[in-house]
């Protein structure tokens, strides 16, 4: 990503077609181009009708500011390559595309964590400290993409003043709208079990037991806080003004900064909370639960994890143990 020139230097030009997607689904699509970039070292270009850098900026540090602007001439399909990560081509091109009749007549290169996965020694080494290397391997990723700048940082401080966000606090993020299409919603008693069983295993002196709240749905707030009065709901009210994208990032990041988180992975926004969560903890793998499918990198396009979902138990009588290394934000 810091190449000496920037004319001579390598690109991953990185492009996909025009789509509405949301937060979670897009970060995991850059992710996944970053981290072939990452692996044939190659400085990282988007082009991506859905992607808004000057969104990006309100939010997030630049990821890098060098060569971002390069023009290129032309490009060459990774799939007329024999060896991508061997390739003397300037601009290699990553094209790719959801649709099913979509044709391509090879696989799309293995993400990041496959090719460290292949380095026994060092799939090793992480699982001495964590009981998911891929997860730790993508929460990386999404640590250098993921950075707060200055600005947002002070935003979310006064928010969480604001609403009364205090730790211990359990996150609950209700995914609903368009997903139900996708997946069965689950009830929100369900949720609400888990958070009763981690107070039980965690009991908390020092003030009521709080819970963050985020849903897509705004229906969900009413119903949640007028049914489960034992628990002080702390959320983002969803009538408030502002830009959408404000309040999803917002969201992301106070659920991710909870204590313990209760959602779906499902949901890639869901995912997206507990890889932001493992920079939390020495290992986060079990500060949080899912309601329905294990942790897998993507649902869309064959891109990581070949779709295998990774279920891990946890109990609820180990979760203060482990360490937490720090605030996120
Ligand atoms: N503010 C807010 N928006 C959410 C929440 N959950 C989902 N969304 C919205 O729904 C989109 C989810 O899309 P995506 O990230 O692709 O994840 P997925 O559809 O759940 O797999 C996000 O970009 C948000 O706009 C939430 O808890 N709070
Ligand atoms: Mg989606």
Redesign the pocket.
């Known amino acids: 990503m810091n190449p000496s020139d920037c004319k001579t230097a390598k690109y991953l030009l990185c492009e996909w077609p025009t789509m509405v997607?949301?937060l979670?689904?897009v970060t995991h699509h850059i992710l996944y181009c970053l981290s072939i970039a990452v692996l044939t070292k190659r400085v990282l270009l988007i082009d991506a009708k859905n992607f808004y850098p000057r969104k990006w900026s309100s939010y997030f540090l630049e990821p890098s500011d060098k060569c971002w602007n390069h023009t290129r001439e032309s490009y060459i399909d990774w799939y007329e390559l024999d060896d991508i990560e061997t390739s003397d081509e300037q601009v290699v091109r990553l094209f790719y595309n959801t649709t099913k009749n979509f044709n391509r007549t090879r696989d799309y290169p293995d993400m990041m964590p496959y090719s460290f996965i292949k380095n026994m020694t060092l799939y090793k080494q992480i699982q001495g400290h964590h009981k998911q290397p891929e997860l730790w391997v993508v929460s990386q990723l999404v640590k250098y993409l993921y950075e707060l700048n200055s600005n947002f940082k002070k935003r979310l401080q006064k928010t969480k003043e604001w609403i009364g966000y205090k730790h211990p606090i359990v996150g609950v993020h209700i995914r609903r709208g368009?997903?139900i299409r996708?997946a069965p919603p689950v009830p929100t008693h369900t949720y609400m079990e888990h958070v009763a069983r981690y107070y039980e295993h965690t009991p908390n002196a020092e003030h009521e037991s709080l819970v963050y709240l985020a849903s897509d749905d705004a229906n969900v707030y009413n119903e949640t806080t007028n049914e489960y009065k034992a628990y002080r709901f702390v959320y983002i009210d969803p009538s408030t003004t502002g830009r959408k994208l404000d309040r999803a990032v917002a969201d992301l990041f106070l659920l991710a900064d909870s204590d313990f988180f209760v959602g779906t992975f499902s949901?890639?926004?869901g995912r997206l909370i507990h890889e932001l969560r493992q920079q939390k903890y020495e290992d986060g793998v079990c500060m949080g639960v899912s309601l329905d499918r294990g942790y897998h990198y993507n649902s869309c396009c064959d891109i990581g994890y070949k779709l295998t979902d990774i279920h891990i138990n946890c109990s609820y009588d180990n979760i203060t143990i482990e360490k937490t290394l720090k605030q996120l934000f």
Request: hydrophobic share 20%.
């Open positions: 997607w949301g979670g689904s368009d997903k996708e949901s890639s926004f």
